[in-house]
């Protein structure tokens, strides 16, 4: 359902490693369910998961080289690649020899010495995927995985969403209409992981007798709906520097990802540039605002209040300081997020107009 393209897997040791890139979180998940799918059916699997900066490197290579003594096949998944920028970390990923068996004592000739251009040497049960919401990470781990195994997973083009969200009403019997979709689009996550899961829930409350209009749409969202980065930019437009906070700390705690905050934030105010460009040019055509993507009464409500708070020069501020907000916590693996947050908040709410 919704469109997904399927990726063709192959399953043997010259292809035992990928890297899965981009924001387009929801496509990369079912890419790696399928790698996951063909290493269960071929009998059990052991998965281990492990973020970079969170674990090191050399922990990480030493559990990956030991063979297991149990499982059939054994999947290790590296998140957050992109904090892999030690040159030590990146070689001692990237380059080494398999261990060498006993009963092979003569020496290695030039052709049987390893070669540089895999991904550490790994046990005949091990595969490996390298994971990360950037578009690139390390050359020197990056240029050593197979062009095949490469794949950037780029948001959907509004197009590619406008037909997700339709094609997931109607394959679950709902009818929707143009202007239900664009709510939909408006008000939850550009991933199809966050639109499979809101579009879920709205089946659970809406009649299948009567078409999803804006308002319906809306209604129900609003009523579902958990904290997101686009209720903390509702907090922001409003003004409500405590509420704010309250928000930020819900996402960490609900294990957000603040570079996906920061990338939501930055979108919404790149969208409260577009709104006040055309309110300081005196547009009143709500097709113009519709094309920006504000167009429920909920976005309404949002970007004229953040419009009173903020001109111009303030949103093209804020989407600086998001960006600079975004690569200081990339950056500093061992500062406290929610600190960096609330810094990043207070500045935000002191650039409003009183």
């Not at 979180?25 to 492990?50: C, N, P, V």
């Not at 199809?192 to 804006?214: P, Y």
């Not at 916590?329 to 935000?348: G, H, N, V």
């Amino acid at each position: 359902m919704g469109g997904l393209p399927t990726l063709s897997v192959p399953m043997n040791k010259k292809n035992d490693c990928w890297l899965f890139l981009g924001p387009e979180i929801g496509e990369k998940q079912t890419a790696i369910d399928e790698i996951r799918k063909k290493l269960s059916d071929s009998g059990g699997l052991e998965e281990t998961i492990y973020y970079a900066g969170d674990t090191a490197v050399s922990t990480m290579v030493s559990h990956i080289r030991n063979a297991s003594l149990f499982a059939v096949s054994r999947l290790f998944l590296i998140k957050c690649a992109e904090g892999i920028r030690n040159e030590q970390d990146i070689k001692l990923l990237s380059f080494y020899d398999k261990p060498k068996k006993e009963k092979d004592s003569k020496p290695q000739s030039s052709r049987d010495k390893p070669k540089k251009g895999c991904l550490v040497s790994l046990p005949d049960d091990t595969f490996v995927i390298l994971i990360s919401e950037e578009t690139s990470i390390a050359k020197g781990i990056e240029n050593v995985i197979p062009q095949a195994n490469k794949r950037i997973f780029w948001e959907l083009t509004d197009n590619r969403k406008a037909a997700w969200v339709k094609d997931f009403f109607t394959g679950e019997g709902f009818r929707i209409s143009a202007e239900g979709v664009e709510t939909i689009l408006e008000l939850v996550a550009n991933n199809t992981i966050a639109l499979k899961e809101e579009c879920s829930r709205l089946t659970l409350f809406l009649d299948k007798t009567r078409e999803i209009n804006g308002e319906e749409a809306e209604k129900w969202l609003s009523h579902t709906r958990e904290e997101s980065a686009f209720t903390l930019f509702t907090r922001i437009a409003a003004g409500d520097f405590s509420r704010s906070l309250e928000s930020a700390r819900m996402l960490l705690a609900a294990k957000e990802a603040p570079p996906a905050i920061f990338a939501a934030l930055a979108s919404c105010f790149r969208k409260l540039d577009s709104y006040l460009s055309l309110k300081e040019s005196g547009v009143s055509d709500d097709w113009e605002y519709r094309k920006i993507g504000v167009s429920s009464p909920g976005a309404k409500r949002d970007y004229a209040a953040a419009a009173r708070r903020y001109d111009s020069t303030g949103a093209e501020t804020c989407l600086a300081l998001t960006a600079e907000y975004d690569m200081r916590l990339r950056a500093s693996s061992s500062f406290p997020e929610q600190i960096l947050l609330d810094e990043y908040l207070f500045k935000i709410h002191s650039l409003a107009r009183s």
